[in-house]
């Protein structure tokens, strides 16, 4: 199970807002047949999948400000592919959430 980490920044329209476009890509994930786990976040969206359907759908993602208007898009991606182990976001945030409980404990 990989998990892909990715920020999209529309350039070139006259607002500088980006939530029609994260709508937008959150819509297009919320529709995919694809089986993926998708969570929103403040600054970016994560998804967990296959690595290959990942890859699929972030070249879907990187056309979506295209298809709103915007002549130009950066995209930041980082993908975190672990083979040695079964991985997934909840299982990261459950071992990082015992760590802290660990830590309180010993106070």
């Given at each position: ?29 919320e529709h995919t047949a ?34 709103l208007g915007f002549k130009?898009?950066?995209v930041n991606i980082r ?29």
């Amino acid at each position: 199970m990989a998990i892909a980490d990715i920020t999209v920044i529309p350039l070139g329209k006259e607002t500088t807002g980006v939530s029609d476009v994260v709508a937008e890509i959150h819509s297009l994930l919320e529709h995919t047949a694809e089986p993926v786990s998708v969570q929103l976040t403040p600054m970016s969206t994560l998804i967990e999948g296959d690595a290959a359907v990942l890859y699929s759908l972030l070249a879907e993602i990187h056309e979506v400000p295209f298809k709103l208007g915007f002549k130009r898009t950066a995209v930041n991606i980082r993908i975190d592919d672990r083979r040695d182990k079964d991985s997934n976001m909840a299982g990261k945030l459950a071992s990082v959430n015992t760590r802290l409980k660990d830590k309180d404990g010993d106070q």
